[in-house]
């Protein structure tokens, strides 16, 4: 039994749902070979990613190999409701809801993980933390999971290095068609749209600073120099600030940036990545987000203390009144900006990394027995099926070595 906002929503949800299959064709062609060969027959699927069409789609692809899936968000301000209703409407079994509280998101993943899964597919981890500390009965019966985002990965190789990760994971976002073009193009295109959608505000001729220099903060700086910005990077790892440097932006500490600020984002994972120095600092109107997995990486609490009034500004926008009258603009409460104020990475992006999902989810149906716990890399031959897919979805072809030229690049002796 499902439980969702409105499930008479179902509808809208399916044509959403049907708009990303059609931009979607790697994963349209392993949705025809999963019906073919049902490879998820009698397999229970506990599934939490961002709750919206494209997630929506994978799930369809995984109930046409024969999966039996067990469906929640991973973000309470990302779930799509009539998205959740088309999917409770075919016959899954989903629990979520938009703006769910803590305690209802954490009932969500429980009814998620008490439908005894063998395949966990987490973003962010949420689902294999919660199956490890509160449903240890249950572990045996996994044979292994995929986790989706950074976050969750450096979450599992803590688990995995403290000796408790009891069942592989394998670690979706570190395949070369993952975080080559999901978090890169992905993150850098639909972080704006959110921005742009939720703020009515130019980006050309302000200063973006971009918090955290991986692949997504390097989309992010992209996308915002190519909108006409400025850009300031911040980091804490000296190789990537002296990239950032050569790839042509102002590199500085967080409290040096508050300074010269329009727009700030965070990328980097990690927590208080903006807090009271920064605030202290920042300019009247200076508009806040973040493009982390957690809403950690802004301090809230410290700026709700810092502040003499919290005011709503507009659909997801919140003022925060400093004791001088400067307004600090924080957007969709410090979450995931391209989701809870936005529609999350293009169908075209999505369709790469839920296809890697999929086979992955597959592999370890055929394979997962024999893998010992712990983070496993994706399968390279699986990064290579889906990046050719996707050469002949846009009818692209590529060169292939001649057995010469293969013979050469495996030989010392030359």
């Known amino acids: 039994m499902s439980l969702v906002r409105d499930i008479s929503q179902y509808k809208s949800g399916r044509l959403k749902i049907d708009w990303v299959k059609a931009h979607m064709p790697v994963l349209s062609g392993i949705e025809k070979d999963f019906a073919n060969e049902r490879p998820f027959e009698g397999v229970r699927v506990a599934l939490s ?38 999917l409770a409407k075919d016959g899954m079994n989903v629990f979520a809801w938009h703006g769910a509280t803590e ?19 987490d973003d962010g981890g949420d689902l294999v933390n919660l199956i ?23 979450r599992l190789r803590s688990m995995a ?48 600073v971009v918090a955290g220099y991986g692949w997504c903060g390097k989309g992010v700086a992209m996308r915002a120099k190519a909108l006409g910005a400025q850009v300031i990077v911040t980091e804490i790892d000296p190789i990537k600030a002296m990239e ?79 004791p001088d009258g400067r307004i600090l603009s924080v957007l969709a409460e410090g979450r995931l900006v391209n989701l809870a104020a936005g529609d999350g990475h293009p169908a075209e992006i999505m369709d790469m990394s839920f296809s890697i999902q999929a086979l992955c989810a597959e592999y370890l149906v055929a394979h997962g027995g024999s893998l010992a716990a712990g983070v496993h890399d994706v399968p390279p031959e699986i990064d290579r099926k889906v990046a050719l897919r996707k050469l002949e979805s846009w009818g692209t072809d590529i060169d292939t070595l001649t057995p010469e030229q293969q013979k050469y690049i495996n030989s010392w002796n030359v």
């Open 244 to 322: 950032a440097r050569m790839d042509g932006y102002s590199v500085m500490k967080m409290t040096e940036a508050a300074k010269e600020g329009d727009f700030f984002v965070t990328v980097t994972g990690c927590k208080d990545v903006i807090g009271t120095a920064a605030f202290e600092n920042m300019k009247d109107g200076a508009v806040l987000c973040n493009a982390g997995h957690f809403n950690v990486e802004i301090n809230l609490n410290e700026l709700q203390k810092a502040a003499v009034k919290i005011i709503p500004q507009r659909k997801n926008i919140t003022g925060y009144v400093m």
């Open 103 to 121: 305690e209802e998101y954490k009932e969500h993943l429980k009814r998620v993980i008490e439908g005894a899964p063998d395949i966990i597919i």
């Open 132 to 154: 490890h500390n509160e449903y240890p009965s249950l572990l045996s019966k996994v044979t292994g999971g995929c986790e989706e985002t950074t976050t969750g990965i450096i």
């Open 161 to 208: 290095k403290e000796g408790m990760l009891r069942f592989p994971m394998i670690a979706v976002n570190n395949a070369r068609c993952k975080y080559l073009f999901d978090n890169r193009y992905g993150t850098g295109q639909s972080v704006w749209d959110g921005i742009n959608r939720t703020t009515n505000l130019i980006v050309a001729g302000k200063t973006v």
């Open 49 to 86: 990613i961002h709750l919206e069409a494209k997630t929506a789609y994978l799930c369809r692809v995984l109930a046409s190999g024969g999966a039996q899936m067990y469906v929640t968000g991973s973000n309470p301000l990302s779930t799509q409701d009539d998205v959740a209703a088309a």
